[in-house]
């Protein structure tokens, strides 16, 4: 282990952090599940000798959380650093990060504060000190969503593209009517069922034209999962949003202000949108209300609605930090993600949060290397 692991490993334990054990090894199904297709891109796939599918560890914060379930415990504080796999632009596939995830904390204000404060002091540890932290919130924007009274199903997939401005600009095209969701080439037949609903005939004739092509449902998706995904994407392209909405929801994506600003700012875009933000926005007042408090010094903290995390599990706050505004990469990230849990098998809501450092990128420690297992337990 290196110096500069051994003293972020000190950090973590500083701040009461359990460091389990995390193999370099991970069971893909799971993280696949709960990450979401942007990952799917970016792993390092492989199999075991039964053949289950085995990716390299991409990140922290899914193989803690099953090693979490696992333990039964209610509650728990977890710290890593170590290595983890997976392809980025320019930049090394193998890479070095650093973390917290805060597990099963009640006081979801006071646990996202505290995830906060503590990746600006990892990096003020890295040698970091003049930072700048965007900050966005996926509750709100699911509440403003909910107020425009969007179908569940266009609410679930505009929430998936949260913070990536290219796709959800594409969602809004195909909600105003610009594109018609790629059904216009499809065979008559096949077409005509799919807009009658009817599955079995959808099933038949996806069947009938896999047969043609010589394709066996063993080599891929079934017939019966690539019907329902083409009703699917027929049930959400008859959806349209109203130019108004549009308008609000463009509105809305275009806020950006420093973050002693941000909630004065939300009261007046959800005043003249005449949409209730209820409990989402109390709960950002309260969270900007404790961050001032901090009085970080050296450090500035901006809001923007538009920003999301691109990974599936983020629920709510949502942040990533840089060492200025200018900077093309972000130094850490991270955030609430509270139904993660559930999609990884518990049956009880569990609240969570948590960071991850780029260790790389700090420049404090791009040599480091880390062995097969690692102390580990954080976010991507």
Known sequence: MTALATTIELFLRERKCALPEIGLLQPAEPILNAAGEDIRRRIFMTADRQGRDLCLRPEFTIPVCLAHLASGKAKKR???????????????AEFTQAGIEDIGARKSVAADV????????MLRLLGKNRLSVTLGDQAIFEAVLKAMGLPRAWRERLGRNFGDADRLRADLDRLSGKENGGLGDLDP???????????????????????????????????????????DKAA??????????????????????????????????????????GKPLETFHKRAEQLARLDLENVSLRYRSAFGRRLDYYTGFVFEIRGGPSDEKPLAGGGRYDRLMTVLGSRAKIPAT???????????????????????????
Do not use: H
């Not at 977890?78 to 090394?92: D, I, L, S, T």
């Not at 799919?194 to 998706?221: F, P, T, Y």
């Not at 780029?358 to 297992?373: C, E, I, L, M």
């Open 78 to 92: 977890y710290g890593y650093v170590g290595q983890v796999f997976r392809q980025r632009a320019e930049e090394p």
């Open 114 to 121: 505290r995830c906060l404060a503590d990746s600006v002091d």
């Open 189 to 231: 037949k096949l077409r005509a069922a799919i807009e009658a609903g009817d599955r079995d005939g959808v099933e038949g004739e996806v069947l009938a034209r896999m047969k043609e092509a010589g394709l066996s449902e063993d080599a891929g998706r079934s017939a019966g999962e690539i019907a329902a995904r083409l009703l």
């Open 236 to 277: 959400l392209s008859a959806v349209r949003l109203a130019p108004e909405k549009r308008e609000m929801l463009e509105a809305f994506l275009a806020l950006d202000a420093p973050l002693r600003d941000a909630n004065r700012r939300l009261w007046s875009f959800a005043r003249r949108a005449n949409i209730p933000l």
């Open 354 to 380: 948590g960071f991850a450092v780029y260790v790389d990128r700090t420049r404090a420690n791009s040599a480091s290397k880390a062995g097969a297992t690692v102390r580990a337990g954080g976010g991507a």
